[in-house]
């Protein structure tokens, strides 16, 4: 994922309001295409695409196609890249030919220099209703992911203008060519579809190596019985949480302290006011590019106080789910729960795995038992060297089962002191410590600092001054 530093998102976040509660609509029940069923072969690539909004679909106003064979259009392309890069507005670029519903995506895309215009070298065209060649569509992902210049990929018939961007492609898995099992050539002539195109994106943006990182922190915030994480290095920030009603020490000046002047991504893991209280505050004084939420609603004050200012940032809004994988900067993060909702809060919460220089924390949320045997039961890779201890430690999660799968060697959680809730329960404190885990809570160490340098866990500090 590309972040564009400095600039607001254009608005994605579609909302409406039901009698007395406000509800975020979900991106999961509106992208089904009736003309993608789930045995279409880049089912999930469409749906992954139309989850983002970087495609509303092929029939305005109701959308309920996709036309996945149609061939894509330059136009069409422009509006997929601007969507999915996030691009800042920009001024006319000077295509004689760019008008109607693209022109705003086409001069956005000229700006940021994926594309030159179509009639070299004059270039004051743009050619919007020209289909996108699978050559040209190479040029362009090249530029706009910065792929590096690669050797040849050995397929037999590029060559010319597009030849290196066709070989840098391959050479980060985004193309294997155009006929499997051989895979020798790439058609660069032929036409791409609007199917294909959500492969291609999808596979340029979930790359699963993001660039190198230098060091990074994880702070666990002091927000009293509530959960809040940061985790910021040189080129992402990231915020977890925002924590509950009352806390000695308020989100703003938490993010303050940390330098914190815009946030990259927000995920709100799960609608519980301990979580959510003041995220409402966090997005109306920080610019936020991105946020994340699982997609559960709740009748609260707080819930609708967090909708409502997410359409006020202007952030973009996304419901992911298990298998999506970003990359902000050096960051990587891994989405592990949910599939799908079953309207349980916690257990729809989400579990993301963030890693970066080699170091990597589960972010376990409110997850109870039963999502854990279902993370479990998928069979899929859970390590972390850093856990977030689900459920502010309460007996209710870390299983022994999900712990053994973790392999961590560090456990943080937040909770406050002399909370109602008995958190953090020993029985948990028991199992992490029979299995060797170094556990820091916020009610005894405060704001909990962890830093990662050169792939390792080089310090872990509290605000208290209480480790060694």
Not at 329 to 339: D, L, Q, R, T, Y
Not at 383 to 396: Q, V
Request: aromatic content about 6%.
């Amino acid at each position: 994922m590309r972040v564009v530093n400095g600039h607001r998102a254009v608005l994605l976040v579609m909302v409406v309001f039901a009698m007395v509660v406000s509800t975020v609509v979900s991106a999961q029940t509106d992208t089904t295409f009736i003309d993608v069923p789930e045995s279409h072969q880049f089912y999930e690539d469409i749906e992954w695409a139309a989850r983002r909004e970087i495609t509303q679909g092929c029939t305005p106003p109701t959308n309920l196609r996709f036309c996945p064979d149609a061939p894509v259009t330059r136009g069409q392309m422009a509006a997929f890249l601007v969507r999915a890069l996030h691009l800042p507005p920009a001024d006319d670029q000077g295509f004689v030919d760019a008008n109607g519903v693209f022109v705003k995506d086409v001069n956005r895309l000229a700006a940021a220099h994926i594309t030159r215009g179509c009639n070299p070298p004059t270039n004051d065209r743009f050619c919007p209703n020209w289909s996108v060649t699978r050559g040209q569509m190479a040029s362009f992902l090249t530029r706009a992911l910065d792929l590096p210049p690669s050797g040849d990929q050995g397929f037999i018939d590029v060559g010319g203008v597009h030849a290196d961007d066709v070989n840098s492609l391959a050479t980060a898995g985004i193309t294997r060519g155009c006929n499997p099992p051989t895979n020798d050539r790439f058609c660069p002539d032929d036409p791409v579809s609007r199917a294909q195109m959500t492969a291609f994106l999808r596979r340029g943006l979930t790359r699963t190596e993001p660039p190198a990182a230098g060091a990074w922190e994880i702070r666990v915030l002091d927000v009293g019985q509530g959960d809040s994480i940061l985790l910021s290095g040189t080129d992402f920030t990231i915020l977890v949480d925002a924590g509950p009603t009352k806390a000695k020490t308020t989100m703003l000046t938490h993010l303050d302290n940390a330098g914190v002047e815009e946030i990259d991504l927000f995920i709100l893991t799960h609608p519980d006011p301990d979580h959510i209280a003041k995220a409402a505050e966090v997005l109306d004084n920080i610019p936020v590019d991105t946020v994340w939420a699982s997609g559960d609603t709740a009748d609260t004050y707080h819930f609708r106080q967090t909708v409502a200012a997410i359409r006020r940032s202007g952030a973009f809004y996304i419901e992911p789910r298990a298998g999506d994988i970003d990359n902000i900067g050096s960051a990587k993060i891994e989405v592990i729960n949910p599939v799908d909702l079953d309207g349980t809060n916690n257990n729809d919460g989400i579990v993301a795995r963030v890693s970066s220089g080699g170091v990597s924390i589960l972010l376990s949320a409110d997850a109870q038992k039963e999502a854990e045997a279902e993370m479990l039961a998928r069979d899929i890779d859970l390590t972390a060297d850093i856990l977030k201890i689900g459920h502010h430690a309460a007996d209710t999660s870390s299983s022994p089962e999900y712990l053994d799968a973790i392999t961590p060697s560090i456990g943080v959680y937040g909770v406050g002191e002399n909370n109602p809730h008995g958190h953090p329960h020993q029985v948990v404190l028991d199992r992490l410590a029979e299995r060797n885990v170094d556990v820091y809570g916020t009610e005894i160490f405060g704001t909990i600092t962890i830093t990662i340098k050169n792939g390792a866990i080089v310090d872990v500090s509290g605000e208290h001054d209480f480790l060694d």
